[in-house]
């Protein structure tokens, strides 16, 4: 979402946009554009749909390298991670002399760190994504604490703070439900570093309690079937059910259908400042969050009114649940949706995301 807002943008100040990416698993249907071109190529995926592993990247990577060398030469290039695609586009570039601008959503070499790799892997991630970054004639950066990653990482690295949002007339209160909705929702990725596990844990202290309350979580990642396997466990695989990803449309729904959305971030590994997108994603459309994680967070959910913010502990999230379960309806919040479009729309980003782009392209070419 935070690309397509980047590409309308960029067509509605009256840019040509091409699209270079893969063509996604059967079980993703293809949405509406805005109007830029796309141009697809099939990728190896694990036996979840993602594009996961250094396999995986290097069937994009490679090709892309000769569809940018073979295709018309454009006043500049946006990348998204993973490190290596910025590694082929600071190369691919430099031949096609256009400068290229990383779209630096997080730090992958930190997030790598999280999965237990050996130590010379993790250092060369830390190469690859130090190459990206340093070359990059603009880094669009989500964060004040992923400026200061990158800072460490490739020191000397041109930042701009664009921000992080959500689509606010796609993730609104205005609009229908799902058909058999639950109480509770976690909508988005269930990767090491969200530790999703601490929600299922806290969920099974409230549901103990208060045998009436479902949960749905609807996604994929990593952790994913250890969290299922955890559920039949506690034999609450009648009350918590498990949905692969859906469109960004169906999120919504199952969001503004619930009367809490859950966000989860593990603390202490290094990538304490990151912020889940499902955290603005339920803010936008009213329904209050309830977040365990680090602490940044914690202030701006607590400061904001914004739900219930807990530390790492289960117990401790289950009272922060319960306390939002003490509403009896669905119904948008209005506070919370004025938050949203003050603080966090994508369109403002997409306005500032577009300006660093064609400061970079002019700055670039005029040399």
């Known amino acids: 979402m935070r690309l397509q807002a980047l590409a309308t943008e960029l067509g509605r100040q009256g840019h040509d946009v091409t699209v270079l990416t893969t063509k996604p698993p059967k079980s993703i249907p293809l949405g509406q554009t805005s109007g830029e071109t796309i141009r697809r190529w099939p990728v190896l995926r694990d036996s979840a749909g993602y594009v996961r592993g250094y396999l995986q990247y290097l069937s994009y990577d490679v ?11 454009p006043d500049a290039y946006i ?22 601008i990383y779209y630096a959503a997080d730090i992958w070499s930190d997030a790598a760190q999280m999965t237990g790799v ?53 993730f609104s209160p205005h609009g229908v439900g799902v058909d058999n909705p639950s109480d509770i929702v976690y909508v988005g990725t269930m990767s090491e570093w969200h530790g999703a596990g ?42 918590i059910r498990f949905l692969p990803p859906v469109p960004a449309e169906d999120a919504a729904r199952w969001t503004r259908s619930a009367r809490v959305a859950l966000a989860t971030l593990k603390p202490s590994v290094g990538y304490d400042f990151a912020v889940p997108t499902k955290l603005y994603a339920a803010i936008a ?35 922060a649940i319960r306390l939002l379960l003490d509403r009896n309806d669905a119904e948008p919040i209005p506070s919370l949706v004025r938050w949203a479009h003050h603080n966090v729309s994508a369109q403002a980003v997409a306005e500032r995301a577009v300006a660093a782009v064609l400061s970079a392209a002019r700055s670039r070419r005029g040399r």
């Open 63 to 73: 090709p892309l390298f000769f569809r940018v060398l073979l295709s018309s030469r």
């Open 198 to 239: 601490i929600a299922i844990e806290a969920l099974a202290i409230v549901m103990q309690d208060d045998p009436s309350v479902t949960a749905t979580f609807i996604g994929q990642g990593t952790d994913k079937q250890l969290l299922q396997e955890t559920v039949e466990e506690y034999g609450l695989a009648d009350r």
């Open 118 to 170: 050996a130590a010379w892997v993790i250092k060369a991630v830390r190469a690859v994504e130090r190459f990206a970054l340093l070359g990059a004639a603009e880094n669009l950066v989500v964060s004040d604490g992923v400026v200061q990653r990158i800072e460490a990482l490739a020191h000397g690295s041109p930042t701009v703070v664009v921000g992080h949002g959500v689509d606010t007339s796609l």
């Open 79 to 100: 990348v998204e991670p993973p490190p290596t695609t910025g590694a082929i586009m600071r190369v691919a570039s430099w031949i096609r002399r256009r400068p290229y």
């Open 285 to 319: 459309v009213g329904t209050p969050i309830a977040y365990a994680g680090p602490e940044a967070l914690r202030e701006v959910v607590t400061d904001n009114a914004l739900g219930k913010a807990a530390p790492f502990d289960a117990v401790e999230f289950a009272d």
